[in-house]
């Protein structure tokens, strides 16, 4: 099956496209490699977007339809980009005991968003989750890998202005 | 391949080395060693806390004094009491250090490490006193419990497997492939009366000789660390703290029912402990404890790391194993069940985290002395999460049997802000509550299940006045309802329509008829759901039900919220009394219910209001209140 579209050649020169097909070589062969793959390629590409997925199927000899419906299962594989930075406030027990629930609304006031939405700028993605296993320090909110902990309520608007002062010293 | 007699040898040297932290340890007895060792958790409680900027501080400071050949630091797992991280243990004179901050790691270096005298502002003092308390065995979060499961979590660097062999690592694997056949191992495991600790409470040898008895030739060992349960982390703790112990009793559990393959399948969401089984799987196959012909008895068997991704049906055993055969993780009925037709329909035995940590101590103490801890039908310890409105929140182990009453007040330190206890929820979105009257129940499998509640994995969340239970109610079945998997009707849709009516009653929306409405669904998902998943949904409703009616009937009767949560069932206002008329409050209402004149009692339109609270939370002299 050939497309005609260019997108096979951009692929080829596309990096990702060339580290995709080396996580495709190294777990094909084994049984169940699926969801290891799928984990990687959103590691690499930071969603999975239709094409990904079908490169994917293609690469492990699955149809599409298997793909897209373990894609869609599973909570943590998007198939929509993600900001920069991705908050995502605990809705565990421990947690929402502790307040969690107003946290996220305040992010939700703070950042204009709804639970799953990006930023116009690409900057800030909200996220709920459950239990990151810091329940100790609950209510708590990841922040890509790091977590924050201890949160009291009026720390939201302080935690984006960190993040925000973060990618202005960035890009100087 | 390592042998017993070096395996022995290096359990020797290595006890040496670490013989420091053990109680009664006379100061400066072996000098060949450091002299003193501070242990530093890296947990993933403390390293959200910088724990790892307190360690490369501490680096820093041991090097500018000098005395980095002197005093070692050791990276360990979690203490447990992760609320109180980051967590720094000083031996030989087991001195615990909490909430250390980077900017403390000076004066610890200088003042104790270097001269020797305790830095006693970073002491923990027990809540309600001010008596700082330096030996870490005395404090009343530790002294109570007995840990089996958590034997070597903060004690050891679970990046070392010589640390864990120096705790007679390794040597049950040896003792059962050299001196026990299948049959006397599974015998040995089914006298020691060790239940499942993933929720189901099935006994374990039982299950192994199951596993054991389908013939087949290839067969396949999993471990459940999927932890789906919001608020609990046992099982991260162990993987995290102990790595070695789950390999070790995955090994075991191979040679006893004939596998040479292992899985663990683990959430993605705790990446901490997948590294740290990472480099623990790496170290024993280079050791031979994984791998080809171990201990040179012939036996082969190795392990693998299956992610999840996130959806917490997958704990569930049938939807664990659909996962890691690479599809959605739906369930599927059983029977049969995996130990007959499990991964790839072959032959599985599949347990929790927990359940294999206490394997190697089974082996190497004995089924007697495991079957003499705990009660007649629940032996030995159970590890809980100890979460929300209590003093000491963290982790603990206790023996099966403890009474809650043990666990809230001496254990974790009682309720916080002088706060009632009003219930604790164990065994998570499938479990129930267990109320205040009811604090002196020993808590084991049996005793839960009587009270209409569950042991579950583990989650003890502790709820005070402040908690409504219907809203708790409701959290619990939008967890199940979100993440139910859809493959059956009654889950799917019986969830949703329970959700909905509890969604009305927190509105103020409910009609005397839907409790029995929530009763008679409950019934039909708990009977007719595929899986446990659906099968347990409704315990929460059932359970507060049972025990908090009158909070349900006050929401839909009088359209109250008791604790005060439900928002729209509060009701705002001002005592003139109190009032200053400074007019705060009515400038921050977003829809200018509030009005009055300036130096006079101000008031709340309760028509306009919207109950968002803000007025309450800016007014200086407390004379807005909610109730
Ligand atoms: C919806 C659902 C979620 C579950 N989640 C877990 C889990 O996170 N961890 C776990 O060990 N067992 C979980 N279980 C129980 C497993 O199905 C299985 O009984 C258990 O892992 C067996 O191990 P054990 O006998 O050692 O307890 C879950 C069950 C259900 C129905
Ligand atoms: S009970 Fe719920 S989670 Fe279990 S199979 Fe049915 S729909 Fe899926
Ligand atoms: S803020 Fe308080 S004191 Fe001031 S007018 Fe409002 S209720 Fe009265
Ligand atoms: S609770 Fe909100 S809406 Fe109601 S009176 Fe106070 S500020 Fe106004
Ligand atoms: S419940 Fe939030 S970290 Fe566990
Ligand atoms: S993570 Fe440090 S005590 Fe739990």
Not at chain 1, 80 to 88: A, D, E, L, Q, T
Not at chain 2, 17 to 39: M, P, Q, T
Not at chain 2, 406 to 424: L, Q, V
Request: net charge negative; aromatic share 8%; with cysteine.
């Amino acid at each position: 099956m050939s497309c005609n579209c260019q997108c096979s050649t951009e692929k080829e020169n596309d990096p990702r496209f060339q580290e995709l097909d080396e996580i495709i070589e190294k777990y094909k062969n084994q049984a169940g490699s699926l969801i290891p793959v799928l984990h990687k390629a959103q590691g690499v590409f930071g969603h999975l977007p239709e094409e990904v997925q079908s490169y994917i199927a293609k690469g492990l000899k699955l149809p599409l339809s298997e793909v897209y419906g373990v894609v869609s299962f599973y909570s943590l594989f998007t198939t929509v980009p993600r900001g920069k930075y991705v908050f995502n406030v605990c809705l565990g027990t421990a947690c929402y005991v502790q307040g969690s629930r107003k946290i996220m609304d305040n992010l939700k006031k703070e950042l204009g968003l709804g639970i799953g939405e990006t930023t116009a700028d690409g900057l800030f993605t909200l996220e709920g989750c459950r239990c990151v296993g810091a329940c100790g320090l609950a209510p708590v909110l990841t922040v890509n890998e790091k977590v924050h902990g201890r949160l009291k309520e009026d720390d939201v608007p302080r935690l984006i202005s960190l993040y925000k002062l973060k990618e202005e010293q960035g890009s100087k | 391949m390592i042998s017993l007699d070096e395996l022995k040898a290096l359990r020797d040297k290595s006890k040496a080395e670490i013989s420091i932290r053990e109680k009664g340890h006379l100061a400066g007895s072996n000098l060949d060693f450091y002299r003193s060792h501070v242990l530093v958790c890296a947990g993933t409680g403390c390293t959200s806390s910088e724990s790892l900027e307190v360690r490369n501080g501490l680096k820093e400071e041991l090097t500018r004094l000098n005395i980095d050949k002197e005093v070692k630091v050791v990276e360990t797992g979690c203490f447990g009491f992760c609320s109180l991280g980051p967590i720094l243990v000083v031996y030989p004179e087991g001195t615990f250090y909490c909430l250390v901050t980077p900017e403390d790691v000076k004066e610890i270096a200088e003042e104790h490490l270097l001269k020797g005298n305790i830095v006693t502002r970073l002491l923990y003092s027990e809540p309600g006193t001010d008596k700082k308390v330096s030996d870490f065995e005395s404090i009343d979060f530790f002294s109570h419990q007995k840990r089996v499961a958590l034997r070597n979590c903060g004690g050891i660097n679970p990046e070392k497997v010589e640390e864990y062999i120096a705790h007679d690592g390794y040597f049950a694997l040896a003792k059962v492939l050299k001196e026990m056949t299948q049959e006397q191992l599974i015998e040995e495991l089914k006298k020691s009366g060790l239940r499942g600790r993933g929720g189901g409470g099935f006994p374990a040898g039982l299950k192994w000789q199951f596993a054991h008895k389908t013939p087949g030739d290839i067969k396949y060992v999993v471990c459940n660390a999927d932890e789906g349960d919001p608020g609990a982390f046992m099982d991260r703790s162990v993987l995290e703290g102990d790595p070695h112990s789950i390999i070790e009793a995955m090994a075991i559990a191979g040679y006893a029912i004939g596998s040479e393959q292992g899985y663990i399948y683990i959430r993605a969401e705790y990446p901490i402990a997948v590294h740290r089984l990472e480099v623990a799987i790496g170290q024993a196959r280079e050791f031979g404890l994984l791998g080809q012909n171990i201990f040179g008895t012939g036996f082969n068997f190795d392990l693998d790391i299956r992610l999840g991704a996130g959806a917490f049906v997958c704990g569930e055993e049938t939807a664990l194993l659909t996962s890691i055969e690479g599809h959605r993780g739906e369930p599927r009925p059983r029977p049969p069940f995996p130990a007959v037709e499990g991964l790839w329909r072959k032959p599985t035995l599949l347990n929790n985290v927990e359940t294999y940590a206490n394997v190697p101590a089974i082996i190497l103490k004995g089924a007697d002395w495991f079957a003499s801890i705990g009660t007649e039908k629940s032996k030995g310890t159970k590890v809980f999460a100890l979460a929300g409105k209590i003093n000491n929140i963290g982790l603990i182990e206790v023996p099966m049997g403890t009474p809650l009453r043990t666990i809230i007040y001496d254990i974790g330190g009682g309720i916080p802000n002088g706060k009632k206890f009003k219930a604790a929820q164990t065994g998570g979105p499938s479990g129930g509550c267990i109320p205040a009257h009811l604090i002196d129940t020993e808590i084991d499998y049996d005793n839960l299940i009587a009270l209409g509640s569950m042991m579950g994995s583990g989650g003890l969340i502790v709820m005070d006045e402040t908690d409504c239970m219907v809203d708790i109610a409701k959290f619990f079945l939008e967890f199940t309802q979100e993440e139910s998997c859809g493959k059956c009707s009654p889950c799917r849709i019986g969830t949703k329509r329970m959700l909905e009516i509890l969604e009305k009653i927190t509105k103020g929306k409910g009609t005397p008829d839907d409790i029995t409405q929530l009763e008679t669904l409950a019934r039909t998902v708990k009977n007719s759901s595929l899986c446990g998943l659906g099968q347990t949904a409704p315990n929460p409703v059932l359970s507060t039900l049972k025990y908090f009616r009158d909070e349900y009937e006050a929401h839909i009767n009088e359209k109250r919220c008791p604790a005060g949560v439900c928002q729209e069932l509060l009701n705002f206002s001002i005592i003139a009394e109190k009032c200053k008329g400074c007019s705060v409050c009515a400038k921050v209402c977003p829809v200018g219910a509030i009005s009055g004149v300036v130096k006079e009692p101000y008031v709340i339109d309760s028509e306009k209001c919207i109950k968002c609270g803000a007025c309450m939370e800016k007014c200086k002299f407390g004379a807005i209140v909610k109730e």
